[in-house]
């Protein structure tokens, strides 16, 4: 039977959609589903405030009246008039190993893209930096985060069959948390707060954090504006993502760097107990029982940790500011038996981020790729 290609066009195409990549990986033992109600609110156009510049289109593939594959196709146009491009984006894209499949379904986006006057197709790609990026391509036998997709190796072979070819590589590193902070670690936070008048700021009480999320959002568009396809957040973006992260967070194990004669933010260090294990119990439910096992993950008394979100203002890279990040998060992770950190994809060419990383005890764990195609 041929492969038949439809564009999602109600809540229950969309739901099906979203559900399509929990039946695939059903029982793979690497891959970390997202929240069903998580990615219906991102795809929602009434309630993604990205949705303010960017547009989207979503398609099924069907095989005897079976789904077989899903793709989005996304123009961020914010994106687009940054990088003085004409790019479209594609995501959440999943199929079996069947090449009729792959076919339709990129045939399918790169014409919408093509009626949208656009000359390429880059991806995997959300609507902003903080939805998954980019393709596993090494490290398929490692568990995920909940901040990236996994992906069957086949998929890169399907890619580069169709024309696809490499734009970007992220790299994810193990780094094992030393027992006590090092004593470079030490002089460097040392002489960096004194030189630049800088301070922790540490909370106790969840409301003490609210005066200061704004400025760690605005902090992330100056830390992340020379990225690879990084868009500002807009005002309603930040906080639509104040709103879903902050509730959500153990106070001790968040750093920010203010400095002290103004309190504005230089550096932020979001971190949390790694939820993967636990978003997989949950198959993607917050019920009846995936609250349970998310907050017993979040509050537990797991080894690993997930470096979620780490800034630092540009005025302040390369000054040792990260050393003053590590310098607070070591104790805080020990304290809670915290043994293993976790970071997330970092593009490969940035060294600025993955010299941190030298004083520690790592490892490269998983390679991610962001293909792009010219149409």
Not at 10 to 16: E, G, I
Not at 332 to 338: Q, V
């Amino acid at each position: 039977m041929s492969v038949i290609i439809k564009e999602v066009g109600n809540k229950a195409m969309l739901r099906q959609f979203v559900q399509f990549n929990l039946r695939l990986y059903k029982g793979n033992p690497y891959h970390v589903p997202s929240l069903i109600y998580d990615d219906l609110m991102t795809l929602d156009k009434k309630k993604n405030p990205a949705f303010e510049f960017c547009e989207s289109v979503y398609f099924l593939a069907y095989r005897e009246d079976k789904i077989v594959g899903r793709i989005a196709g996304i123009i961020n146009h914010n994106a687009n008039k940054v990088w003085e491009q004409q790019h479209a984006r594609f995501g959440f894209v999943d199929f079996i190993d069947d090449r009729e499949v792959s076919d339709a379904l990129f045939l399918a986006v790169e014409q919408w893209a093509k009626s949208k006057g656009m000359n390429a197709l880059q991806g995997p790609l959300g609507f902003t930096d903080l939805d998954h990026e980019g393709l596993l391509v090494w490290g398929f036998d490692r568990i995920g985060t909940m901040a990236t997709a996994y992906s069957f190796p086949y998929y890169q072979e399907h890619l580069a069959a169709l024309g696809y070819e490499k734009d970007q590589d992220w790299h994810e590193f193990l780094i094992k948390v030393p027992s006590e902070i090092p004593e470079r670690f030490r002089r460097v936070s040392e002489i960096v707060m004194q030189k630049f008048g800088l301070k922790i700021k540490k909370f106790k009480r969840r409301k003490e954090v609210w005066p200061y999320a704004y400025k760690i959002f605005k902090l992330f568009n100056d830390a992340y504006k020379p990225l690879y396809a990084y868009s500002p957040l807009t005002e309603r973006q930040i906080k639509y993502y104040v709103n879903m992260y902050i509730p959500m967070l153990r106070l001790e194990l968040i750093t920010v760097i203010v400095r002290e004669d103004d309190d504005s933010v230089v550096g932020v260090g979001i971190t949390l107990p790694s939820l993967a294990k636990a978003l997989q119990k949950s198959q993607g439910k917050l019920f009846p029982f995936g609250w349970f096992h998310l907050l017993k993950a979040l509050w537990g008394r797991g080894e690993v940790v997930d470096l979620l979100l780490i800034g630092v203002h540009p005025d302040y890279q390369n000054k040792g500011v990260n050393a003053l990040m590590f310098y607070d998060l070591i104790p805080e992770f020990n304290k809670i038996g915290l043994k293993i950190a976790e970071s997330n994809p970092e593009l490969e060419l940035n060294t600025k981020v993955q010299v941190q990383w030298d004083l520690f005890e790592r490892e490269h764990v998983k390679t991610r790729r962001a293909f792009i195609k010219h149409l």
